[in-house]
Antibody, heavy 117, light 106 residues
Framework: EVQLAQSGTEVKKPGESLKISCKGS????????IAWVRQMPGKGLEWMGS????????RYSPSSQGQVTISADKSISTAYLQWSSLKASDIGMYYC??????????WGQGTLVSVSS | SYEVTQPSSVSVSPGQTARIPCSGE??????VRWFQQKPGQAPVVVIY???ERPSGIPERFSGSTSGTTVILTINGAQAEDEADYYC?????????FGGGTKLTVL
């Protein structure tokens, strides 16, 4: 069974750094794109970017470029989303999703990020 | 940027058919997925490639398409189907989401 296990809730202050993770299991991690999606309270969903762990090909949304860094370590089947300096506007639930055009995407359970002084 | 629209809410009685439309010009060019989201749970894809149903998803869920509109249909909706439903399309360089529809079964 394909599973994506995300790291737990984070409570941070503005200006702090953060790295959240998404560990895949039940499939060959290197062979599928992983996307990161943000869901803000009371607002819609926003794609932030995607990574292909096999060769670390990364695509960012225009609004996320330069704001976050996406990476992956295929040796431990884990993808990451990181910030060097959080802003209050970065709050939200962050999901990772395995992109599978032939069988349906699989989503992680989400990581809640709270940023407050 | 592409826009994809869904009704904010749909209500049906148990056993009735629920239909949730998703419209947008981009949908004529890209396959649509639908996911179901219940409070505190991970999203679950119920339809992909416009009309395909992943293994494990009940047969009462189906998808259809006509030009720039796709429709998620739940035949014989059950109380357990009450959730938020989102349509989305994804490519290597862009994902587009609908605003979500809250399905109430009462």
């Amino acid at each position: 069974e394909v599973q994506l296990a995300q790291s737990g809730t984070e409570v941070k202050k503005p200006g702090e750094s953060l790295k959240i993770s998404c560990k895949g299991s039940g499939y060959i991690f290197a062979n599928y794109w992983i996307a990161w999606v943000r869901q803000m309270p009371g607002k819609g969903l926003e794609w932030m970017g995607s990574i292909f762990p096999g060769d670390s090909d990364i695509r960012y949304s225009p609004s996320s470029q330069g704001q976050v860094t996406i990476s992956a370590d295929k040796s431990i089947s884990t993808a990451y989303l990181q910030w060097s300096s959080l802003k209050a506007s970065d709050i939200g639930m962050y999901y990772c999703a395995r992109v599978d055009t032939s069988g349906g995407d699989s989503w992680g359970q989400g990581t809640l990020v709270s940023v407050s002084s | 940027s592409y826009e994809v629209t869904q009704p904010s809410s749909v209500s049906v009685s148990p056993g009735q058919t629920a239909r949730i439309p998703c419209s947008g010009e981009v949908l004529a060019k890209m396959y649509v997925r639908w996911f179901q989201q219940k409070p505190g749970q991970a999203p679950v894809v119920v339809i992909y490639k416009d009309v395909e149903r992943p293994s494990g998803i009940p047969e009462r869920f189906s998808g259809s398409t006509s030009g720039t509109t796709v429709i998620l249909t739940i035949n014989g909706a059950q109380a357990e189907d009450e959730a938020d439903y989102y349509c989305y399309s994804a490519s290597d360089t862009n994902w587009v989401f609908g605003g979500g529809t809250k399905l109430t079964v009462l």
